[in-house]
């Protein structure tokens, strides 16, 4: 390795350190944090993103970026030097853009804000998390005007997440999606009674759901010697390095799928970050391609796997050994479809997988909306309610089954929800190619056996890291661009069947 | 404030963050870090580290010191900016002498032997953590030589910790203390049928001891809000600021005093901490003026509030509500005798309050004659073993229960082991100053009324944080210097009592 490739990756591995250090600050937070310990908290962690990013943008790194440019030339595409540097040179000349105390203010502005949403949501006041909401509306056109965009200014943020991805192409991807599942949610709605999800209601052992949980992703793959678990108010993991992911999860006594559906969610974004190559570790490649691809696997294992019919041939049976009192008189067959149940919701994250994405796009467009001042933070809570009627068809009833659900406008995540969308879409693309690889996938399911999938997605997605952009994994893994096409005709099929939808009515 | 002061509060708070931010670090390591996570937490630990030192001793830091001495001249010298230049001042000449590389090479060196040791101290084998042990001793032998001193390389370490005091002073109180000691437990050996500790070990649900724990140090003033308690393997207290100040403890079934001790003990470093003046936050003076000085809190509030009678007949009714099976039969004197046996054994954290400092004191030798190469690290387990026959009359069955029994030269903390026989002292002298200005303190602990003497506590000392060296805390607070005597009266007219020695045997 050359000297100034060394002295690269050493600056790279301190912003790394840095940044992970940062990342230890949020979990304690949304862990075991004391509530005292907020104001430090938001400054310990507001001075560290401002060194990392400091330290990042330095002329020092572009220098070096220049000199490497020609040495990295004529090495292969997909090599970790000509990555490490076409990637960083991206990330850097993103950075470079945003002033430093531009990002420790949004830094500081997302932890001080967290708590008063939190206080807001559970007292269904928004007028309370209103000034916050306004302050991080205006931080974040900050970021948008500071990246630059051709056309609107939700591209300049959608760019900085999934490179290559445009808001018109987002737009797209919406309605192609929206005109499959309108007559879906209406079709459904007419068989509502071929599922009963009763059984979920019923009771189930906190303790023994987080144990449970944690059986059930270990089997699945992931791995606890370099995690671990715990409780916080919204699922999430953390990636501190290829020796330390962690997940956390909920449990809700009363509603099953919180915690067990938590946990592989997350252990979905663990795997693959378990499963990134070492030798990119504290580079930029140590991550995940996109937020986007990153929910592809989260969303990969909860719903095409976790709500399979497979999944639960294998697992029911020990579920009900655990939980004998509430499973009484219910099989596998039964179980799988009270998972599924399809009807439409106030509350995202509850969602089935047919009416998931109009959450989305409902989001999607207000932070458009907000982000070209076309709406006002004060008049949100009217249009958020609106749109739900218009595509739910449900009258919210306050603001804390309505607008103030979601975590993610206090803490600074603006433009980060069409991820999930793209998650959907991106991991049925994906299993689609698995399948057609692997034809006797849900038997490797039904017997338990979930080293292939796992084998096959380290193979061809985990390991690159953050090597390749959406754009180019999708090329690269399925040998097309994305497309929504595998997640129509999946959620078609598999909800059609389900509820007892005749073909023709199930088809397009 | 000058710009100049505010500039240098500035980059003060910026070093304080990132020092607190390392902190979190090792309060994750020692509660919740996965085994995998070593390797990644060394580097993101000592990058922390070698940034914070870096910053803090940057050229601009002591230009603005130097341009401050002026502006602060004349002021008092408990004022705030007075005491923080001088302080930053005498942190800074210390800090620039150690080479950054240095400090970050201690930071990866301290994380990487501890698990080493732990394996070492599970497996008894002494072999597998010398290497790490013969590293450490040669790290900090270079920080000695680079800090600088004038007889001895343990002064350069004393004076870091202690400032003020020297190796020769502290002889010169071992000397004193052991002349009081041995006579003493020789007195107390020929009477050791005057106290039963056999309800100890009854059995005690750890839940409820780590519950119980927990209410009992509220009760004595540790602010919950600002505040949590974790398990792990050796009770720490972790400060990263103000708002959040974390005791850490153990639990064992069949030894009472670990728990409880041990919270009670880790409760008194955190409400010091919790009582420094809030406008020193992240500056240098947020702290504690010393390690021997916080460790005379640990202490005062385990040793001479814990064990007294007075704490006993406050606490043990509701003991007993919670404990009804172990405790069947006992009652508080009895308890308050048990929790006080004393005699002597292998274990310092279990040592009672006669031989403790005969533990420290034979660490603190052995860490004199590795420094000065007067003995080998391959030679420490048979000087260590002949001290404890020596000192405490006892043969050593393994190191386990020997020489691997500290996690301090694991993890770089040499020559810290005198501040807690410094703690012993200063304890015992400020709690006779107490008494002296409330004469019914025991009156007010049987009663549970514990906020006198926190509330003296707090004004005399907690307050000041790092502004007075422990000797310049000793004059201000007690009136003279620091002197044995007061421990000396006090282990003497307790356990005299307690085994029923005579007076004239017990008295000098």
Known sequence: ????????????GEVSDINRAASVLVWD??????????????DQYSTLRRIAHSRFTADEVGGLLDDLDGEVRGLPF?????????????????????????????????????PVWRKARQDSDFKLFAPYLQKNVELIRRV?????????PYDALVDRYEPGLTTDQLEAIFAELKKAIVPLVSDVGRHADAVDDSVLHRGFDPDAQLAYSLEVVTKLGYDVKRGRQDISAHPMTFAFGPGDVRITTRVSRNFFNECLFGSIHESGHGMYSQGIEQNLDRTPLWGEASPGVDESQSRLWENLVGRSAAFWQYFFPSLRDRFPGPLKGVDDEGFFKAVNRAQPSLIRVEADEVTYNLHILLRFELENE????????EDLPEAWNALVKSYLGLDVPNDREGVLQDIHWSDMSFANFPAYTLGNVIGAQLLEKVRSEVPDLDGHIARGEFGVLLDWLRLNLYRHGRKFTPGEVMERVT???????????????KFGTLYGVRTAEAGS
Chains 1, 2 share one sequence.
């Open 1 to 12: 390795m050359s000297e100034k490739l060394q002295k690269l990756k050493d600056i790279l």
């Open 29 to 42: 937070q949304e862990t075991y944090m004391p509530p005292g310990g907020l104001a430090n908290r938001a």
């Open 78 to 114: 997909e090599s970790d030097h000509a990555s490490l540097i076409r990637v960083t040179r991206r990330d850097y000349d993103r950075a470079r853009k945003l002033p430093t105390e531009l990002v420790a203010e949004i830094a500081r502005a997302g932890t001080m804000a967290q």
């Open 144 to 152: 948008a005007d500071a990246l630059g965009y051709r056309k609107r």
């Open 370 to 377: 907000l982000l070209e001042a076309q709406l006002k933070v």
């Open 479 to 493: 040998g097309r661009p994305l497309t929504t096409e595998p997640w129509v005709t999946y959620v078609r099929q």
